[in-house]
């Protein structure tokens, strides 16, 4: 999508892209924007780590589905088409974030077979696309997005990544948000976003100390007193 307004790459097993893209559906519902869904694997971003020593546990299981889930994502749109991805993303997201997960879940089920057939049935997508989970060949691309998306950005962020105006706009990282805001405020928080990002010296506004995220997955609700807790690199640092 050439002409869209925005380029929103995203891994599906990221809370806080997902929490900003629902955002983002807001927002684009308010100002009539136009998005194209692209990727970014934090597998594959990760690809050198050791996941034992640099993760929590059940990360790596995490990272895998999300690059299952991309290669399927990259066979809807070359197949379908490119609105297939929003789609795809949405079901993804609904089935992972806004249903209760049971305490100590190792979140190794979202490399299932059986998850990659329910996202499908779940987008109105055609059920073969499945065996993409497992094509390799995919990776190509789904690496190339990511890596164009991060030399617009530097290398030392996470998902989501946000670009303005394509193809030669002003990239961001996130913004990264742990509740999802009333549509009421979506616009305004929005265009202070906006603000920032398009002025040329701005490179970053960031703290450590944020929520949980607040979605059903994670056994929250909004909660304006939700306790605040350090996070480093994307997950909690206790």
């Known amino acids: 999508m050439p002409d869209a307004d925005l380029h929103f790459h995203f891994d599906p097993i990221c809370p806080f892209a997902w929490i900003t893209s629902r955002w983002i559906e807001q927002v684009v519902a308010q100002k009539d924007y136009t998005v194209d869904w692209r990727f970014i694997s934090l597998r594959l971003i990760n690809a050198d780590k050791d996941y034992e020593r640099d993760f929590p546990a059940g990360y790596v299981h995490g990272h895998t589905a999300g690059l299952r889930l991309l290669r399927v994502a990259a066979a809807a749109r070359a197949e379908v088409g490119r609105d297939a991805v929003g789609a795809f993303y949405t079901?993804?997201?609904?089935?992972?974030?806004?249903?209760?997960?049971?305490?100590?879940d190792d979140r190794?089920?979202?490399?299932?077979?059986?998850?990659?057939?329910?996202?499908?049935a779940d987008a109105g997508l055609p059920a073969d696309l499945a065996a993409a989970a497992d094509d390799e060949s995919h990776d190509e691309v789904i690496g190339a997005e990511g890596d164009a998306a991060l030399a617009r950005t530097g290398r030392d962020v996470?998902?989501?990544?946000?670009?303005?105006?394509?193809?030669?706009?002003?990239?961001?990282?996130?913004?990264v948000i742990s509740r999802v805001p009333h549509p009421d405020d979506a616009v305004a928080?929005?265009?202070?976003?906006?603000?920032?990002?398009?002025?040329?010296?701005?490179?970053?506004?960031?703290?450590?100390?944020?929520?949980?995220?607040?979605?059903?997955?994670?056994?929250?609700?909004?909660?304006?007193?939700?306790?605040?807790?350090?996070?480093?690199?994307?997950?909690?640092?206790?």
Do not use: C, N, Y
């Not at 906006?194 to 450590?208: M, W």
């Open 158 to 175: 996470g998902t989501p990544i946000i670009i303005f105006r394509p193809p030669d706009g002003p990239a961001v990282f996130g913004p």
């Open 189 to 238: 928080l929005w265009d202070s976003v906006i603000h920032l990002a398009t002025f040329p010296g701005f490179a970053e506004l960031k703290r450590s100390l944020r929520e949980r995220p607040q979605l059903r997955a994670f056994g929250e609700d909004p909660d304006p007193t939700a306790r605040l807790e350090d996070w480093r690199a994307g997950h909690r640092a206790t």
């Open 91 to 104: 079901a993804v997201g609904e089935r992972i974030f806004d249903r209760p997960r049971p305490e100590g």
């Open 108 to 120: 190794s089920w979202m490399v299932s077979d059986e998850h990659v057939a329910a996202v499908l």
